[in-house]
């Protein structure tokens, strides 16, 4: 496989959506979930194995079915009825559900679907949603793939899901990029990692030659910007992930790090460190020109735009401990936004806009959590001796992070937790895991 079929996941899928023909049931009628509440009790939802006419075909359904379970199981807003209790088979379920026999197992939400390969090897999938209580149709749509990205369409698919009943955007159909650590601790090897977000697709993007940090995504995901000690000097560079190529961004002579995208993908904020003092400067990718942002002799790093590019969140110790500062895009109205007890760091902006996520340390505690961009309504998510590294999903409604754990035999691992504070789970890695980044929804 040459690099650019390896790299590139998006070029190498078309899908064509076409709504199936079927009304949607009365608003009074829909199965609704609330995902502002918090702790919710999952919703009842039964996923069959997608009906085919042939092994192959059959086979390919199972797995569709298994990953849209796995994607809305691990949301923590359904819970899958096992199929073992199912008592209407695939094939006549596609023609109509027998809303009776569901409503005996206590099904709530009821996904059918089909799957034909074409004679030309594509994939097309159809698949619709119900209210079983109401026996109504809530949402039909057919896909077509190439049969090796069956699994983007299964994401596709579960997106859809959780929109019609969340009435919010899914965030399934998105990749996480970090770095992935392996060897003994004071001797690590450090790469960047690709996959899925729930952790299929999984391949290396470095060799491990040198110390990488931070990646972050461009909008469009086709690009990402991390930190690079090549040659034992820090710098941002810039990687292609169509054709595999690298560049440092700069004509910086000192070190650069903490680089992040603008929302559309014009600009890089980074900081930048000379003669011991750090600055945010801001670089148009379109004529590599820079422009300084700040001017203290303070610490000033870990910038983030906000959704609409207008304004920069930052960490700075100006005020005699490292706090969290707000700024417009242009470095005007610089101003301090924390005023809790401890101390604040790695700032990133929730792609909606409402929220700004932390990692905050105090009496020895790290703490992820979240507040507006004013400063107030602050909320600690997670505690623990080490967890760092913000990250949002495109809809801002769950964060990612890592943690590290204590000793000498300290492992480091991805998580993530809904945005209420609930339902903190495990991410699947081949080993050892830090600094992830999500990226926006391959659209």
Not at 90 to 101: C, E, I, N
Not at 147 to 157: C, F, L, T
Not at 158 to 176: C, H, M, N, P, V
Not at 399 to 410: H, I, K, N, S, V
């Amino acid at each position: 496989m040459g690099m650019k079929r390896a790299f590139v996941t998006s070029l190498a899928l078309i899908l064509a959506l076409v709504a199936v023909g079927l009304p949607s049931a009365p608003a009074g009628a829909e199965v609704r979930i609330d995902i502002t509440r918090g702790n919710i009790e999952p919703l009842p939802i039964a996923i069959p194995e997608f009906f085919g006419l042939n092994q192959q075909e059959g086979e390919l359904g199972r797995q569709i079915a298994d990953v849209v379970q796995a994607n809305l199981v691990n949301s923590g807003l359904f819970r899958a009825i096992d199929r073992a209790a199912f008592n209407q088979d695939s094939k006549s379920l596609a023609v109509r559900p027998r809303f009776d026999s569901w409503r005996k197992i206590d099904a709530q939400a009821l996904v059918s679907g089909k799957v034909t390969v074409e004679a030309d090897g594509r994939v097309t999938v159809e698949f619709r949603l119900w209210d079983v209580f109401a026996a109504e149709h809530m949402l039909g749509r057919r896909y077509s793939a190439d049969s090796v990205n069956w699994r983007r369409v299964a994401h596709v698919v579960s997106d859809a899901i959780y929109k019609r009943i969340t009435g919010e955007d899914g965030y399934f159909d998105s990749q996480i990029v970090y770095v992935a650590k392996s060897g003994p601790k004071d001797n690590r090897t450090h790469r960047l990692a690709i996959m899925d977000q729930d952790g299929a697709g999984h391949r290396f993007l470095t060799d491990g030659s040198s110390l990488v940090v931070k990646p972050r995504f461009s909008p469009a995901r086709k690009e990402i910007v991390y930190l690079d000690f090549y040659n034992n000097t820090p710098r941002v560079y810039l990687f292609n992930l169509e054709t595999g190529r690298r560049e440092v961004l700069g004509p910086f002579n000192g070190m650069t790090f903490s680089p992040r995208f603008s929302p559309d993908g014009n600009r890089v904020v980074l900081t930048y460190e000379e003669r011991g003092n750090s600055e945010i400067y801001v670089m148009d990718l379109r004529t590599r020109q820079s422009t300084r942002l700040t001017n203290d002799p303070s610490i000033d790093t870990s910038p983030s735009f906000s959704a609409d590019g207008q304004r920069i969140v930052f960490e700075s110790d100006r005020g005699g401990s490292q706090q969290i500062y707000v700024m417009n895009a242009d470095g005007s109205n610089q101003h301090r936004i924390s005023f809790g007890e401890g101390r604040y760091g790695t700032p990133v902006w929730s792609p909606r806009g409402d929220l700004i996520a932390f990692t905050k340390i105090l009496q020895g505690q790290f703490y992820i959590g979240v507040m507006r961009p004013d400063g107030t309504g602050e909320r600690l998510l997670v505690q623990g001796y080490h967890n760092e590294g913000p990250t949002w999903s495109p809809n801002g409604r769950v964060l990612m992070y890592y943690r590290e754990t204590r000793g000498e035999d300290a492992t480091t691992f991805l998580y993530s937790i809904d945005v209420t504070g609930y339902n903190e789970r495990r991410i699947p890695t081949p080993g050892l895991a830090a600094d992830p980044a999500w990226s926006p929804l391959n659209r």
